[in-house]
């Protein structure tokens, strides 16, 4: 099992710290591990509490997981800062191609995953109605779920487009990779591994979580991420495929938690 330091403790230390939400494969947080990983970036993993933020906003002004903060730099929470702030630690291997048009293309399609009305940001609006709307829920873990839903803009009309913003992306994922296989490249961009490949393999798990062997989760964790849409997960099958791949060959197996 990982090791984690506090945010008290690591407020003091030198170096790159990240901070994470331990036993919960959080794609967002996976994703910056991966990019780690394979630049063979040393960090301090810090823990993160869901239930008092108190001490992550007083370091980095805003409570979400995952945060990269290197030395005396301001806080990195978005996505984009943190594959950024990777690249300039370690320029080799790249993650962002050097092709200009690449780049472009790359970026707008992590943004899918990534960002606002992403699959991440769908996914969530998803199991936030699970919580919210299950009769069997207790008052509290309502509250607390429609408390963090404020984030995602969450409402019945969000909850409800969510599937088919799904649909869509994971169908332009699709045809995404069957147009390089037909190139000749076993990759999302270009013809090497990039962020993309990356951003992909940690957000398929709000599909359908690796295997309990290799990325050990809670039975109810796992049964929440396991999207229940026959359509989507037959679009996805050489997605996952995909994912298998990048996690067999550039990633940390099984996933340290």
Request: neutral net charge; contains cysteine.
């Amino acid at each position: 099992m990982a090791e984690y330091v506090a945010i008290e403790k690591a407020v003091e230390m030198p170096g790159l710290r990240v901070v994470l939400l331990p036993r919960i494969p959080s794609p967002w947080g996976e994703a910056v591990k991966g990019f780690l990983h394979v630049k063979k970036i040393p960090y301090t993993r810090v823990r993160s509490d869901r239930t008092d933020t108190s001490s992550l906003i007083r370091w980095t002004a805003q409570s979400s997981s995952p945060a990269m903060i290197y030395n005396d730099e301001h806080p990195r929470s978005a996505w984009n800062e943190q594959l950024y702030l990777a690249e300039r630690l370690q320029p080799s291997p790249r993650l962002i191609p050097s092709n200009f048009d690449d780049q472009v293309t790359m970026f707008g399609l992590c943004n899918q995953l990534c960002g606002e009305n992403g699959l991440g940001w769908s996914r969530r609006l998803l199991l936030i109605k699970e919580v919210a709307t299950d009769p069997n829920s207790d008052e509290n873990a309502r509250k607390g779920i429609l408390a963090f839903g404020v984030r995602y803009g969450y409402s019945h009309e969000a909850a409800e487009a969510a599937p088919a913003r799904i649909s869509q992306i994971v169908a332009a994922f699709a045809a995404r990779l069957e147009s390089q296989r037909v190139r000749g490249s076993r990759f999302l961009i270009g013809d090497q591994l990039s962020a993309l490949d990356i951003y992909w393999a940690a957000f398929a798990a709000l599909l359908r979580p690796l295997p309990d062997e290799l990325c050990s989760i809670s039975p109810d964790l796992r049964r929440r991420y396991q999207y229940q849409d026959a359509g989507v997960q037959a679009a996805a099958a050489q997605l996952f495929a995909h994912r298998d791949f990048t996690y067999r060959e550039y990633l940390e197996l099984p996933v340290d938690l």
